[in-house]
């Protein structure tokens, strides 16, 4: 059996090992040798020759392996991946599998295995692994991520860059179908989805830039490169690289919009650009240079510059051009002329610069071109009319024309010259420069000034050409000097002498005699001198800056406002003499505006650092050539004013503020009693609270305010004004206001009159409403009425309590004192019965106190309709026996179906008691006669009660007679009781009692029911 | 005569006066009781008699309130009649009101030796009638 396994084994593609331990020998199959290259002879067959083969690292790890296998009794297999060194020296990769077949105890005795090569399997992992490795490593800093499809196991792998572009998470695991996805639906997916599938087929590789969406939902441009790899004709695996490319793409799709930006600045530029080729011809034109020189642009790109530019121009143009491409200028600028396409000649000023390669080779020039046709047009407009001037002026006297060559030599002399400078033709032309007729420092001083302008030297006879060299006029003020030394001012223009082709061929100057002038100027000067004198003796300080604000001139006066001398002043900077920059400031503004400033306020300095207000009047002063030179103007010290408003202000502030805190209203009110008109001139918001009127409103028309003036007080009000207005008295009054919102208010006010001049009477016043105080008082003079009656009747219950009931008890105690101390009986009985006399008046003195309680606490009792007369003859019927009895005489004159509201109880009692009171005191000399009375005064009902009985002495009684207990007649039946009840009764319904008697004759109540 | 002879009680209250004169009675404290119903009785009673110092009481018990005449009044009168009486007359105003206004209005009257605040006690009339015979 063993020997067919053998041949069997021996036949397959693997290698074969036996290896008996106890004896250390080893078979090793032909397969086992010829793996590592051997012939089967060539080598022995014991453990040695493969420990022999195997690479060092590798035979550790395989003895361990082994001794693990061993020692666990075959539990823990024995498999390696090891490296054998093959006979050509390469390395051999070996997947070596064993078992021990045969143990004697936990001894091995045989160990068998085979030997299968991996090394095609591990160089591919190896490489994939290396390559990943590098990819990784390299990509990860240009942001390249790698790929792979491993068509074979159908396994995608990504690299963490890849994952990242996708912006998915590092363990997220990619498919071919969701790493499709990820491309951009349309073109983006349907080309990678070509590219991948041909590369499977054809082998063919691919780099494609397309969008993905990302996880996150980003649309990107990617880069992404394809290779596949084939084996026996079938692809077995893709990989590639994966970029972000949206930066680049960005970058390109700016680029293309500056592209199009330039295109556009290009196309519709206001002046004219050309691409010019470096032979000349047009490669590139805009709109503009083809309307400058009226071709089409199809006309002009078949075209070269050189075709279109004027002869006389183009030597200088290509000189320059070459000067261009031989790197000795960056740029040139020329003023040249072209032929427009009818013919006709334009300037242009032409500016072209080169365009190198990256290389530095020249690829091509910018030119722009502009349109000069009209300057130049102007500018030889002016040279054409000041020939003519020339020779105009050459006739005239008062003006000296001095041509010149090129260096100076005076070529022309005029007429006008000879007689203003004392020189003949001869004696200057040809001989002299106009030097001579110059005064040296002035020349000697101008030309430094230029020098330092320009920054060159200049000197001699340049000191005058300077400006006229470069096609400048210059007109300036110079001192000429005749031949007999005298001199006089002139004004000079230099210009320079063009010949037909714009060369300067020499220079001219035109001077004018400005002695006239001159003359005025310090005539001019002499009266401002005087005028300076007037202006020192005036408040007002005079003074002249120049145009950067340096102080000409100002009044010495200026030393009593701001302790500066004059001296001090002039030449300095009006700067530093403001206290607040900003006023300058906003004065030039003022004056550059409208040329000049009226009563303009601004803030200097002393000379003690002290703020003075300043009130300007100034304006501009200018050049002959309407350039502002400077300015001019006077000044008022008005800082007392300004102190003065400010203190106003401060103080009106101040007053109005607290006025508007006020509860009332402070006002000036100013009355003309002529015309019985008057106003508030002024009057703080709180009138508005006390009148409802706002102050504006009665600013010239005080009507509105005695509107609202109640009209029962208006009268009152108009009175006491005028009073006070007569007498000049304060004013003050009390009185109703009826307002709109409010209803009727009280006010109170106060004034104090002040007589005009115009006989019109202001008051200073203050008005409040007092309302509040006014309600106050009468809700505290009720209720000091209530009071006093509340304690009268307190007084009256007290009195009761401590007089009455006290005598009652004072009796009882007495009579019991009297009875502890009684010696028999019948004086007991005596006594007693005395006792029981005072228990009965103490009960009627309680029944008493009991209705005047009850009086005096039912406050709301009830009412109804009465028929008074109806209640009287009622009265009547009750006292009938006594009114036989005492043969008296009663007449009702109430008029039958009387009725008033009131108290049945209490009309009953009332009515009773005045009634029987008639009958009990009468006259003992004459029979009883009573009348009883109505009238009703505006809804007031008068019971009136006459008779003629014996009558009270009011003097004596009067006070007395309505009190409790109070009996005056001496009559057996008067308790004192029944006045005090009724007037009590009367009173709890709002009524009152009036009483008139004389002793002997009668006496008639008034009872005032409500 | 240090002895009060006449004493004389003016006074509305009949059971005040019963008592007080019981009381007089028992002690024995005096004989002669003159009682008057109000102040105006009073007067008209001594009027006629000032110059009768014999007849004159002693001792005066005032009551305030009374009706036709009260305790004020009667001294109102009593003052004018006083000049003409030669008699030193004792006049105590015993009132049933405790009432300050009333103390106060008695201590007006130099005339009025005290203020006597009802019920009379024993001791109280020991004291008006027992002093007077020191």
Same mark, same amino acid.
């Given at each position: 059996?063993?020997?067919?396994?053998?041949? !069997?084994?021996?036949?397959?593609?693997?290698?074969?090992?036996?290896?008996?331990?106890?004896?250390?020998?080893?078979?090793?199959?032909?397969?086992?040798?010829?793996?590592?290259?051997?012939?089967?002879?060539?080598?022995?067959?014991?453990?040695?020759?493969?420990?022999?083969?195997?690479?060092?690292?590798?035979?550790?790890?395989?003895?361990?392996?082994?001794? /693990?296998?061993?020692?666990?009794?075959?539990?823990?297999?024995?498999?390696?991946?090891?490296?054998?060194?093959?006979?050509?020296?390469?390395?051999?990769?070996?997947?070596?599998?064993?078992?021990?077949?045969?143990?004697?105890?936990?001894?091995?005795?045989?160990?068998?295995?085979?030997?299968?090569?991996?090394?095609?399997?591990?160089?591919?992992?190896?490489?994939?692994?290396?390559?990943?490795?590098?990819?990784?490593?390299?990509?990860?800093?240009?942001?390249?991520?790698?790929?792979?499809?491993?068509?074979?196991?159908?396994?995608?792998?990504?690299?963490?860059?890849?994952?990242?572009?996708?912006?998915?998470?590092?363990?997220?695991?990619?498919?071919?179908?969701?790493?499709?996805?990820?491309?951009?639906?349309?073109?983006?997916?349907?080309?990678?989805?070509?590219?991948?599938?041909?590369?499977?087929?054809?082998? /063919?590789?691919?780099?494609?830039?397309?969008?993905?969406?990302?996880?996150?939902?980003?649309?990107?441009?990617?880069?992404?490169?394809?290779?596949?790899?084939?084996?026996?004709?079938?692809?077995?695996?893709?990989?590639?690289?994966?970029?972000?490319?949206?930066?680049?793409?960005?970058?390109?799709?700016?680029?293309?919009?500056? /592209?199009?930006?330039?295109?556009?600045?290009?196309?519709?530029?206001? !002046?004219?650009?050309?691409?010019?080729?470096?032979?000349?011809?047009?490669?590139?034109?805009?709109?503009?240079?083809?309307?400058?020189?009226?071709?089409?642009?199809?006309?002009?790109?078949?075209?070269?510059?050189?075709?279109?530019?004027?002869?006389?121009?183009?030597?200088?143009?290509?000189?320059?051009?070459?000067?261009?491409?031989?790197?000795? !200028?960056?740029?040139?600028?020329?003023?040249?002329?072209?032929?427009?396409?009818?013919?006709?000649?334009?300037?242009?000023?032409?500016?072209?610069?080169?365009v190198r390669n990256v290389d530095g080779t020249p690829q091509h020039f910018i030119s722009q071109i502009e349109d000069v046709t009209k300057r130049k047009k102007a500018e030889q407009?002016?040279?054409?009319?000041?020939?003519?001037?020339?020779?105009?002026?050459?006739?005239?006297?008062? #003006?000296?024309?001095?041509?010149t060559d090129l260096d100076g030599t005076i070529k022309h002399f005029s007429n006008g010259s000879e007689a203003l400078l004392g020189y003949t033709k001869e004696e200057m032309v040809?001989?002299?420069?106009?030097?001579?007729?110059?005064?040296?420092?002035?020349?000697?001083?101008?030309?430094?000034?230029?020098?330092?302008?320009? *920054?060159?030297?200049?000197?001699? %006879?340049?000191?005058?050409?300077?400006?006229?060299?470069?096609?400048?006029?210059?007109?300036?003020?110079?001192?000429?000097?005749?031949?007999?030394?005298?001199?006089?001012?002139?004004?000079?223009?230099?210009?320079?002498?063009?010949?037909?082709?714009?060369?300067?061929?020499?220079?001219?100057?035109?001077?004018?005699?400005?002695?006239?002038?001159?003359?005025?100027?310090?005539?001019?000067?002499?009266?401002?001198?005087? %005028?300076?004198?007037?202006?020192?003796?005036?408040?007002?300080?005079?003074?002249?800056?120049?145009?950067?604000?340096?102080?000409?001139?100002?009044?010495?006066?200026?030393?009593?406002?701001?302790?500066?001398?004059?001296?001090?002043?002039?030449?300095?900077?009006?700067?530093?003499?403001?206290?607040?920059?900003?006023?300058?400031?906003?004065?030039?503004?003022?004056?550059?505006?409208?040329?000049?400033?009226?009563?303009?306020?601004?803030?200097?300095?002393?000379?003690?650092?002290?703020?003075?207000?300043?009130?300007?009047?100034?304006?501009?002063?200018?050049?002959?050539?309407?350039?502002?030179?400077?300015v001019e103007g006077s000044m008022r010290d008005i800082t007392e004013r300004k102190q003065a408003e400010s203190l106003l202000k401060d103080s009106h502030e101040l007053l109005s503020?607290?006025?508007?805190?006020?509860?009332?209203?402070?006002?000036?009110?100013?009355? %003309?009693?002529?015309?019985?008109?008057?106003?508030?001139?002024?009057?703080?918001?709180?009138?508005?609270?006390?009148?409802?009127?706002?102050?504006?409103?009665?600013?010239?028309?005080?009507?509105?305010?005695?509107?609202?003036?109640?009209?029962?007080?208006?009268?009152?009000?108009?009175?006491?004004?005028?009073?006070?207005?007569?007498?000049? /008295?304060?004013?003050?009054?009390?009185?109703?206001?009826?307002?709109?919102?409010?209803?009727?208010?009280?006010?109170?006010?106060?004034?104090?009159?002040?007589?005009?001049?115009?006989?019109?009477?202001?008051?200073?016043?203050?008005?409040?409403?007092?309302?509040?105080?006014?309600?106050?008082?009468?809700?505290?003079?009720?209720?000091?009425?209530?009071?006093?009656?509340?304690?009268?009747?307190?007084?009256? %219950?007290?009195?009761? #309590?401590?007089?009455?009931?006290?005598?009652?008890?004072?009796?009882?105690?007495?009579?019991?004192?009297?009875?502890?101390?009684?010696?028999?009986?019948?004086?007991?009985?005596?006594?007693?019965?005395?006792?029981?006399?005072?228990?009965?008046?103490?009960?009627?003195?309680?029944?008493?106190?009991?209705?005047?309680?009850?009086?005096?606490?039912? !406050?709301?009792?009830?009412?109804?309709?009465?028929?008074?007369?109806?209640?009287?003859?009622?009265?009547?019927?009750?006292?009938?026996?006594?009114?036989?009895?005492?043969?008296?005489?009663?007449?009702?004159?109430?008029?039958?179906?009387?009725?008033?509201?009131?108290?049945?109880?209490?009309?009953?009692?009332?009515?009773?008691?005045?009634?029987?009171?008639?009958?009990?005191?009468?006259?003992?000399?004459?029979?009883?006669?009573?009348?009883?009375?109505?009238?009703?005064?505006?809804?007031?009902?008068?019971?009136?009660?006459?008779?003629?009985?014996?009558?009270?002495?009011?003097?004596?009684?009067?006070?007395?007679?309505?009190?409790?207990?109070?009996?005056?007649?001496?009559?057996?039946?008067?308790? *004192?009781?029944?006045?005090?009840?009724?007037?009590?009764?009367?009173?709890?319904?709002?009524?009152?009692?009036?009483?008139?008697?004389? #002793?002997?004759?009668?006496?008639?109540?008034?009872?005032?029911?409500? | 005569?240090?002895?009060?002879?006449?004493?004389?009680?003016?006074? +509305? +209250?009949?059971?005040?006066?019963?008592?007080?004169?019981?009381?007089?009675?028992?002690?024995?404290?005096? &004989?002669?009781?003159?009682?008057?119903?109000?102040?105006?009785?009073?007067?008209?009673?001594?009027?006629?008699?000032?110059?009768?110092?014999?007849?004159?009481?002693?001792?005066?018990?005032?009551?305030?309130?009374?009706?036709?005449?009260?305790?004020? $009044?009667?001294?109102?009168?009593?003052?004018?009649?006083?000049?003409?009486?030669?008699?030193?007359?004792?006049?105590?105003?015993? $009132? $049933? $009101?405790?009432?300050? &206004?009333?103390?106060?209005?008695?201590?007006?009257?130099? &005339?009025?030796?005290?203020?006597?605040?009802?019920?009379?006690?024993?001791?109280?009339?020991?004291?008006?009638?027992?002093?007077?015979? &020191?």
């Open positions: 059996m063993e020997d067919i396994y053998k041949v !069997i084994l021996e036949d397959t593609l693997s290698g074969y090992w036996d290896w008996n331990i106890p004896e250390g020998t080893e078979y090793l199959s032909p397969t086992f040798k010829s793996m590592f290259g051997y012939e089967d002879h060539e080598l022995e067959n014991s453990p040695e020759t493969w420990q022999r083969l195997i690479f060092p690292d590798d035979l550790t790890v395989v003895l361990k392996n082994y001794k /693990e296998h061993v020692e666990s009794q075959g539990e823990i297999p024995y498999k390696n991946e090891v490296r054998y060194r093959h006979k050509d020296g390469s390395t051999v990769w070996v997947l070596c599998t064993g078992r021990v077949i045969e143990w004697d105890g936990k001894d091995p005795i045989r160990m068998v295995g085979c030997h299968i090569d991996i090394t095609k399997q591990k160089e591919v992992e190896k490489k994939l692994k290396s390559t990943q490795e590098l990819l990784n490593k390299t990509n990860e800093a240009a942001l390249v991520g790698g790929w792979e499809v491993d068509l074979i196991q159908g396994r995608v792998a990504w690299t963490d860059v890849t994952k990242t572009i996708h912006e998915v998470d590092k363990n997220f695991e990619p498919d071919l179908e969701s790493g499709i996805n990820f491309y951009r639906e349309g073109e983006s997916r349907e080309k990678i989805t070509a590219a991948v599938e041909k590369a499977i087929a054809t082998g /063919e590789s691919f780099d494609l830039e397309l969008q993905i969406t990302t996880a996150k939902n980003n649309l990107i441009w990617i880069r992404t490169i394809g290779q596949a790899e084939f084996e026996k004709g079938k692809c077995v695996r893709l990989y590639g690289a994966f970029q972000d490319i949206s930066r680049r793409k960005k970058a390109e799709e700016q680029l293309k919009i500056s /592209e199009v930006k330039f295109e556009d600045a290009f196309n519709y530029s206001a !002046i004219g650009m050309a691409l010019v080729s470096l032979e000349g011809k047009w490669m590139k034109v805009n709109k503009r240079l083809c309307d400058l020189v009226g071709y089409t642009e199809e006309e002009l790109l078949k075209i070269t510059f050189q075709d279109i530019t004027h002869p006389d121009d183009l030597d200088i143009d290509l000189e320059n051009i070459q000067n261009l491409l031989s790197d000795k !200028i960056d740029s040139y600028s020329m003023e040249k002329r072209y032929f427009t396409k009818s013919g006709e000649t334009v300037w242009v000023l032409l500016s072209v610069s080169l407009d002016l040279q054409k009319a000041h020939g003519e001037l020339t020779s105009i002026f050459s006739a005239i006297n008062y #003006v000296s024309v001095i041509a040809d001989v002299h420069s106009p030097a001579i007729i110059h005064l040296e420092n002035e020349v000697v001083a101008r030309g430094k000034e230029l020098s330092k302008k320009h *920054g060159e030297e200049i000197a001699g %006879f340049d000191v005058f050409i300077h400006y006229a060299k470069q096609d400048r006029y210059e007109s300036r003020e110079w001192t000429y000097v005749r031949k007999d030394g005298t001199t006089f001012p002139v004004q000079l223009v230099v210009s320079a002498v063009k010949n037909n082709d714009g060369e300067i061929v020499g220079y001219l100057g035109i001077a004018t005699d400005i002695s006239e002038v001159k003359n005025v100027y310090h005539a001019l000067q002499e009266s401002e001198k005087k %005028f300076r004198k007037i202006f020192e003796n005036v408040q007002d300080v005079f003074y002249q800056a120049d145009y950067d604000g340096k102080i000409i001139e100002i009044s010495p006066s200026i030393e009593k406002y701001s302790g500066f001398s004059r001296e001090e002043i002039i030449g300095k900077n009006v700067t530093e003499f403001y206290y607040y920059a900003e006023d300058r400031e906003k004065l030039l503004e003022a004056l550059k505006e409208s040329g000049n400033v009226n009563d303009f306020e601004v803030r200097l300095k002393t000379s003690s650092d002290e703020l003075i207000y300043v009130s300007v009047n100034a304006h501009l002063l200018f050049d002959e050539h309407m350039n502002i030179k400077g503020k607290m006025s508007e805190q006020l509860p009332g209203a402070i006002y000036q009110y100013q009355y %003309f009693p002529d015309t019985g008109k008057s106003s508030f001139p002024f009057a703080s918001i709180g009138l508005r609270e006390v009148y409802e009127v706002m102050p504006e409103y009665v600013k010239d028309d005080a009507s509105k305010v005695f509107e609202r003036i109640h009209k029962d007080d208006l009268e009152d009000v108009t009175k006491t004004i005028e009073h006070s207005a007569e007498t000049l /008295e304060d004013w003050n009054h009390e009185y109703r206001v009826s307002l709109p919102m409010k209803g009727i208010r009280w006010v109170k006010g106060a004034a104090r009159p002040e007589k005009q001049p115009d006989d019109s009477i202001i008051w200073h016043g203050y008005i409040a409403d007092v309302t509040e105080a006014k309600e106050k008082e009468e809700e505290l003079n009720n209720t000091v009425t209530i009071v006093g009656e509340q304690n009268k009747r307190l007084f009256n %219950f007290a009195h009761i #309590v401590s007089h009455n009931l006290r005598s009652h008890s004072g009796n009882f105690e007495l009579l019991l004192s009297l009875i502890a101390e009684a010696k028999d009986e019948s004086e007991k009985n005596t006594l007693f019965d005395h006792l029981n006399t005072v228990s009965k008046q103490l009960n009627e003195t309680i029944v008493h106190l009991n209705e005047v309680v009850s009086i005096q606490t039912n !406050i709301n009792l009830q009412q109804k309709s009465l028929d008074l007369h109806q209640y009287v003859e009622n009265t009547l019927g009750i006292l009938a026996g006594d009114i036989k009895k005492k043969n008296a005489i009663i007449t009702n004159k109430i008029p039958e179906g009387t009725t008033i509201k009131y108290n049945e109880a209490y009309m009953e009692s009332i009515l009773l008691n005045f009634l029987s009171n008639a009958l009990k005191y009468k006259h003992p000399d004459r029979d009883p006669e009573v009348r009883i009375n109505y009238e009703n005064i505006e809804g007031s009902p008068i019971i009136e009660v006459k008779d003629n009985g014996i009558g009270i002495d009011l003097n004596k009684y009067g006070k007395k007679l309505f009190g409790m207990y109070k009996t005056f007649h001496g009559n057996e039946d008067a308790k *004192g009781i029944g006045l005090f009840i009724t007037k009590n009764q009367i009173e709890a319904l709002g009524g009152k009692i009036e009483v008139e008697s004389k #002793v002997g004759e009668g006496t008639t109540f008034k009872i005032y029911l409500k | 005569m240090n002895k009060i002879e006449i004493a004389c009680i003016i006074d +509305d +209250d009949d059971i005040y006066v019963f008592g007080i004169k019981k009381l007089i009675e028992m002690h024995k404290y005096c &004989e002669n009781i003159l009682v008057f119903k109000n102040g105006e009785d009073a007067i008209k009673y001594l009027t006629p008699i000032v110059t009768q110092t014999n007849e004159l009481p002693d001792i005066i018990l005032l009551d305030i309130n009374m009706p036709v005449m009260d305790g004020w $009044s009667f001294m109102e009168e009593f003052v004018k009649l006083k000049p003409q009486i030669n008699k030193q007359i004792t006049i105590y105003m015993v $009132s $049933s $009101s405790i009432h300050d &206004e009333d103390v106060n209005k008695a201590k007006l009257f130099t &005339e009025i030796s005290d203020y006597i605040v009802k019920p009379i006690k024993s001791a109280d009339l020991k004291r008006m009638f027992v002093k007077e015979e &020191e």
